[in-house]
């Protein structure tokens, strides 16, 4: 007959076991709606998105305390919103001395940054907002923001560039979110860098910024 400690410990392994799965068969559905199922069955996104609100639900998380507010957004852009200024003039610099920036006008670059706006918070929702927070229940800080930052990375995959990438900034984000969550600044700052990614780098390297099956097309 197992003792009372024995059993508490086996309950905490399972309910570990349990908060760990959760997020990697979200991240499942993600890969196989990447890799297939958005060409097969593009309504499949609705069950993946479904079971996140649902997860929130019943873990009864909150827009703001996930994120999405204006508290600390002031914060966020006085520390670091000039560092992405001077990264954006360098990595601009950078694609006028190479020969790389590619030659479109002002009014498509504000364009690509304003369509990558919405895009960049889901990214930075689904990272911070979603998986890190389960990560954080199962795992040491290190490691939950370690494992966070690598399946950042390889939801990436194929495209080499963008697997280099991503874990450096996601792991950059992590700490920021960690410190001020503030998933507005995150998305604006993802959408910024994703922007000058594809103003600067040659397609030859980031195959367009495109992953899943489309990067062998991607030139």
Request: aromatic share 14%; hydrophobic share 50%; net charge positive.
């Amino acid at each position: 007959m197992q003792s009372a400690p024995g059993r508490r410990y086996a309950e905490i392994v399972s309910t570990r076991k349990l908060g760990f799965l959760e997020p990697l068969a979200v991240f499942g559905g993600i890969i196989a709606y990447i890799w297939r199922l958005r060409f097969t069955h593009p309504w499949f996104v609705l069950p993946i998105v479904s079971f996140m609100i649902a997860s929130h639900v019943a873990r009864r998380e909150r827009a703001p305390a996930l994120g999405f507010r204006v508290t600390h957004l002031g914060d966020c852009l006085r520390r670091f919103g000039p560092v992405l200024i001077a990264l954006a003039f360098a990595m601009c610099a950078g694609g006028l001395l190479l020969g790389t920036l590619r030659p479109v006008g002002l009014a498509y670059a504000a364009g690509t940054l304003a369509l990558y706006l919405p895009w960049g918070l889901l990214q930075q929702y689904l990272m911070n907002a979603y998986f890190l927070k389960r990560f954080d229940k199962v795992l040491s800080p290190r490691a939950a923001g370690l494992t966070t930052a690598v399946l950042f990375s390889a939801v990436h995959s194929p495209n080499w560039f963008l697997m280099l990438v991503t874990p450096a900034a996601g792991y950059g984000a992590i700490q920021v979110y960690r410190r001020y969550s503030n998933l507005y600044f995150l998305g604006i700052a993802h959408a910024v860098i994703g922007t000058l990614l594809f103003l600067v780098v040659p397609d030859s390297v980031s195959h367009h910024l495109i992953v899943g099956p489309g990067w062998s097309l991607g030139h």
